[in-house]
């Protein structure tokens, strides 16, 4: 049966990940996966999260299942941190998945199951995982225009002239902040046109906000999802708590669909409780409790937010230190996209060749598409990266 199997192209984040540990030079750089790193290369986990985990350890006294659909605590701390009072909770439906992937692919399958002719719009370019998944599930989708190369900021007309072809039922893959992998981002008035242009059109938003509070803060992150969350009779929202919380490997994600009233919420409640249990039963239970323990305790809460803030201001400050020495290496300013830019990522611009030459000359490691992990860098390796991109003639 198995030699039937045709071999499958590998995911290309993942191939890096594992070319970057096979590469024998000691300084080497990684700028590829979405991983947050200190300024010692570390991942830490946060202070709060360590602290509810010890609590959590003296507390637990049971490993029994929980809820097929996880934790209402957990439903509701999430939903206050990406909704807040945006929409009516009556109408929200809410499953606890494994990571921000899983709440994709159960989104998607919902998606599926209730309208299987609705086409699914996602930027070009978007995280290759949502094309990867689109397409194993056989989803129909489109692409539409939303980076522009010149400028290296998103190309909103070019974005509405396409969303122009959304019918009625279809459904637009938004990134809620911190664009994946162009750092480039909507502003809020741009968020108002795109809300307009989904209820002329009668299409449904789906929402991926897996990098709340590595943008612009907590609020401003996530006031994109609830401006649409207020405006839309239905919405599919995809949350992660993999790099806010850096609790990558205990995968917690949630799903949050917005239905236009309570009734058809009691259904899609269902449909969602059957997907997870079609999938993969009940969902890990650790990590969503780590984050309601933090959600919910006031100290904690605070700690995290604060070692949050640290995070983010520590790549804004990346992000000045790479601008600022292209700057003054170039003596133009044609690299200030990447202070503009906003999360994890900046997509620098680079051709295949180029990024190419990177990793040869300098070891540095970064996507195919010149998408580069800010968090990846530190004072030392700033100047090495600037080098490196000057040289490529980037
Ligand atoms: C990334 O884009 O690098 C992250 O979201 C990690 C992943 O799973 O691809």
């Keep these: 049966m198995f030699g039937a199997l045709k071999p499958l192209p590998a995911d290309k984040i993942l191939q890096l990940m594992q070319m970057y540990r096979e590469d024998p030079r000691e300084e080497k750089v990684d700028l590829g996966v979405g991983v947050y790193r200190n300024a010692e290369g570390v991942t830490p986990i946060m202070r709060a999260v360590k602290n509810a985990e010890k609590q959590l350890w003296e507390m637990e006294t049971t490993k029994a299942y929980t809820g097929l659909v996880g934790d209402a605590g957990y439903h509701k701390a999430m939903t206050d941190l990406v909704l807040a009072d945006s929409v009516d909770r009556a109408r929200i439906a809410a499953a606890h998945t494994p990571g921000g992937t899983g709440a994709i692919r159960q989104s998607l399958e919902l998606i599926q199951m209730a309208a299987p002719e609705a086409r699914v719009f996602v930027s070009s370019p978007t995280w290759p995982n949502h094309l990867s998944i689109l397409k194993h599930l056989k989803v129909p989708f489109t692409e539409y225009r939303y980076f522009d190369d010149e400028s290296r900021a998103v190309d909103f007309d070019g974005m509405m002239a396409d969303l122009e072809q959304v019918k009625p039922g279809d459904v637009v893959l938004l990134h809620g902040c911190c664009h994946n992998p162009t750092g480039a981002n909507l502003n809020p ?187 990846g860098l530190n004072r030392d390796t700033v100047p090495i990266l600037a080098e490196a991109i000057v040289k490529a003639g980037v």
């Design 189 to 375: 008035v741009q968020w108002q046109q795109v809300g307009d242009l989904l209820l002329e059109k009668q299409a449904m938003p789906f929402i991926d906000i897996a990098y709340q509070g590595f943008g612009d803060g907590l609020e401003k992150d996530a006031a994109g999802v609830r401006h649409l969350a207020g405006r839309v009779p239905e919405m599919l929202i995809a949350a992660s708590c993999s790099k806010n919380f850096g609790i990558y490997r205990e995968r917690t994600g949630i799903v949050l669909a917005i239905a236009p009233d309570e009734k058809t919420r009691d259904v899609t409640q269902g449909s969602l409780a059957h997907l997870n249990r079609q999938n993969f039963s009940f969902p890990p239970d650790h990590g969503a409790r780590l984050v309601t323990m933090v959600l919910e305790t006031p100290a904690l809460k605070a700690d995290w937010m604060d070692e949050l803030e640290d995070v983010r201001l520590g790549m804004l400050d990346l992000r000045e230190q790479l601008a600022g020495t292209l700057q003054q290496m170039t003596g133009s300013d044609r690299f200030s996209f990447i202070k503009e830019h906003r999360g994890m990522f900046s997509r620098l611009g680079a051709t295949p060749e180029q990024v190419q030459a990177m990793r040869e000359s300098h070891g540095i490691y970064m996507v195919g598409d010149s998408r580069i992990n800010i968090a």
